[in-house]
């Protein structure tokens, strides 16, 4: 009888176990960052439509299920007037929209992403048509003014 109880306290601890083993592992995959890499063309000219990319990936893994993918887009002169527009999901972790310029300069491209309950936003600088060395060179030396939203939505 002895020897039953001791096979039954061990099967116990055996499972006991392995459910901490695959909560643990599950939490770890919760706590990896997930990062969003924004694909922009080289090349941007006026009145033509252009694709804007992010691929978001948890790990080494796709993110395919993000709860909201959008994209700011400013120029960099007029930090209070952005645009945000709402991606569409094409398949294996990306994000896109499309984007007309009419006017030149610099411009930010910021994305929003949330997914898994976490929340990031990078951001890329984007040089729209013809851009003068004055309009580099003044953005070197003034830092971006725009918020970084670091504290809506999380």
């Not at 060179?137 to 725009?146: F, G, T, Y």
Request: proline share 2%; net charge negative; glycine share 6%.
């Amino acid at each position: 009888m002895r020897k039953c109880f001791f096979i039954l306290l061990a099967f116990i601890l055996v499972c006991i176990m392995s459910g901490c083993k695959t909560t643990s592992s599950t939490s770890q995959e919760k706590m990896q960052v997930i990062e969003a890499d924004i694909l922009l063309p080289d090349v941007v000219l006026l009145n033509q439509e252009y694709i804007f990319k992010v691929h978001v990936t948890q790990g080494s893994s796709n993110v395919d299920d993000a709860k909201d993918v959008q994209f700011e887009i400013w120029n960099a002169t007029n930090t209070q007037d952005s645009e945000m527009l709402q991606a569409e999901f094409t398949g294996n972790g990306t994000y896109t929209v499309s984007k007309r310029f009419s006017k030149d300069g610099v411009y930010y491209v910021q994305t929003h992403v949330t997914a898994r309950g976490l929340h990031v936003m990078p951001k890329k600088q984007l040089m729209v048509g013809d851009v003068s060395e004055e309009e580099i060179n003044a953005l070197r030396e003034e830092p971006i003014k725009k918020s970084n939203h670091q504290g809506h939505h999380h």
